[in-house]
């Protein structure tokens, strides 16, 4: 069930504040997320055409695509990214991306979910196949990045909040419909792989900069 709209904005809203002081240089891409989140907490408090508003899809238990959790918000919405690492903490499982074409972090869509890091945590388990994941609550990282029109879908913005996934015992993979392939990748050479995504390198600076661990 996803969890309860005010405490989990304003936990989200917390923690993105915390991500800004560890990360000072990171601080000004912090407030795109913060201005959407004000958009989700207007969204609950009743606004017309919004969740809590009166118009019928709000009376028939849909939540209009004002929601920024919502896919079907097209203007820009949340998404739940995974860092997942091996046991060891020095691979990190990255998807060939089916629809971008690109070696990428594992995540998806939050659906509504407002528990990011349940959604990171979802998302690999439904994209790896493995079992005995755990995800580690702090925000690792944020990217707003720009996903091209396809089919019938226009070019949005994906504000995606992402999660250290640790693996279990298990890390023999299954690859899913949403990837060409998986692999495991030593972090130490994403960060000096020119053709990594830069969003890439950076979460691989990240942790390795904090020593591979939970620390």
């Known amino acids: 069930m996803p969890a309860k709209h005010s405490d989990a904005i304003g936990e989200l809203r917390s923690n993105l504040i915390e991500y800004a002081r560890r990360w000072p240089a990171e601080a000004e891409h912090t407030q795109p997320f913060l201005d959407l989140l004000d958009e989700a907490a207007r969204a609950g408090e009743g606004l017309p ?8 899809a709000a009376q028939h238990d849909a939540p209009p695509p004002a929601d920024p959790f919502l896919r079907e918000r097209l203007a820009g919405h949340f998404t739940g990214g ?25 995540g998806g869509h939050a659906d509504g979910d407002r528990d990011l890091a349940q959604v ?17 609550p702090e925000l690792f ?12 879908v226009p070019g949005h913005w994906h504000y995606d909040l992402r999660y250290v996934v640790r693996a279990g015992d298990n890390e023999d993979y299954v690859i899913s419909e949403e990837s060409l392939d998986l692999s495991w990748r030593e972090i130490s050479e994403l960060l000096d792989d020119p053709g ?7 979460m691989a600076g990240k942790w390795l900069a ?6």
Not at 87 to 97: D, E, F, I, K, M
Not at 141 to 152: G, K, L, Q
């Open 82 to 106: 995974a860092w997942l690492i091996d046991r060891a903490g020095r691979r990190v499982l990255l998807t060939h991306h089916r629809k971008l074409g690109r070696w990428l972090q594992l």
């Open 196 to 202: 990594s995504d830069e969003s890439m390198r950076r």
């Open 141 to 152: 990282d944020v990217d707003r990045h720009w996903i091209p029109e396809r089919r019938d």
């Open 49 to 56: 055409g919004t969740i809590g508003g009166v118009d019928d």
């Open 210 to 215: 904090r020593g591979g661990s939970g620390g």
């Open 120 to 136: 990171a945590l979802r998302e690999a388990e439904e994209e790896s196949g493995l079992t005995g994941l755990s995800v580690d």
